[in-house]
């Protein structure tokens, strides 16, 4: 029995590769100046322009994604004779998650002789997306979709998701910081260490006396917790920080070079929330690294 897998477009898959696997991601949308506005092809999304429109001050709202567009996408491939994997953003940041649920249990109804089975990435941006690419791997080596929405479950508790932003105000302003110590940051002028925890939830977990410091440290945690570097694909996302990119790319290969690198531009739904500056990195590490990074 075949079975699709749908994502979101906090997943911040290149187009190419969606397209390649045929992975639909259904839209999160973004506005400013009173438009609405979405980014489905990440090839057209001109990031420079993007967040150096958020530095010259303009604010950007978001929207969770409504159960009728989860439902929207589901049917005709419900139609069609397909079991549905979802694959999505981490409910601890953003409610899209649970409006997924509700369209899941409504279509079950309708459909009660096909599968839907939902997963909580528990990350975003890359985070989420090598977990859709991990499911896609198995889907294709023949696993049925019960096997694979499994083993995600399990993998992303391995997925390692630090990252540091040049200020804090977007994450603290949108209501995406979970723990107290940022104010010491914003004070100290120290630049902060974040993290996915164990609820998928974004939290401070050091701090770091300028950028490239902060990147160091990013690295220095990637050396002590990443599992089996040269056989798997790390993922950088960067909110227009070029230069902070070479810089993490560099650390990675001293010591632990990975088999690939995964280098895409924060969407802009997500990279509103981290704002412009902001450097992320994901790898699969050994247990349940969220705890102990």
């Known amino acids: 029995m075949s079975f699709t897998i749908v994502t979101d477009t906090s997943a911040n898959l290149p187009t190419p590769l969606l397209r390649e696997h045929g992975i639909p991601a259904i839209p999160f949308t973004y ?17 420079h322009a993007y967040y150096d429109m958020m530095r010259e001050g303009k604010k950007v709202s978001t929207s969770q994604i409504t159960p009728f567009r989860y439902e929207e996408c589901f049917r005709p491939l419900l139609e069609s004779g397909q079991d549905i994997l979802f694959v999505g953003m981490s409910s601890g940041i953003s409610g899209s998650y649970s409006m997924a649920e509700v369209a899941a249990e409504s279509l079950k109804n309708e459909f009660p002789e096909r599968k ?7 990350g975003a941006s890359l985070g989420e997306g090598l977990i859709v690419m991990r499911g896609a791997e198995l889907r294709e080596s023949g696993a049925d979709i019960d096997k694979t929405a499994d083993e995600l479950l399990d ?18 302003g949108t209501g995406r910081l979970f723990n107290a110590a940022a104010v010491v940051g914003t004070v100290l002028q120290l630049k902060p260490l974040l993290k996915g ?7 401070v977990c050091g701090v770091a006396r300028g950028f490239k410091k902060a990147v160091a440290a990013m690295a ?6 990443v599992e089996d570097a040269g056989s798997q694909v790390v993922g950088i996302a960067h909110a227009d920080c070029p230069e902070a990119v070479s810089q993490l790319i ?7 070079p990975p088999k690939e690198i995964m280098t895409v531009c924060y969407e802009p739904v997500t990279g509103s929330h981290v704002g412009p500056g902001t450097l992320a990195l994901f790898f699969l590490s050994r247990g349940n690294v969220r705890t102990k990074l």
């Open 250 to 256: 560099g650390l990675l290969n001293q010591k632990n």
């Open 116 to 122: 839907i089975r939902l997963v909580d990435t528990l």
């Open 155 to 172: 993998l992303r508790h391995r997925m390692a998701q630090v990252f540091t932003v040049d200020d804090l105000m977007h994450l603290k």
């Open 197 to 203: 925890n164990e609820e998928g939830r974004i939290v």
């Open 220 to 225: 220095k945690k990637y050396d002590e917790f």
């Open 31 to 47: 506005l400013y100046d009173d438009e609405e506005h979405t980014c489905e092809d990440t090839e057209a999304f001109d990031g």
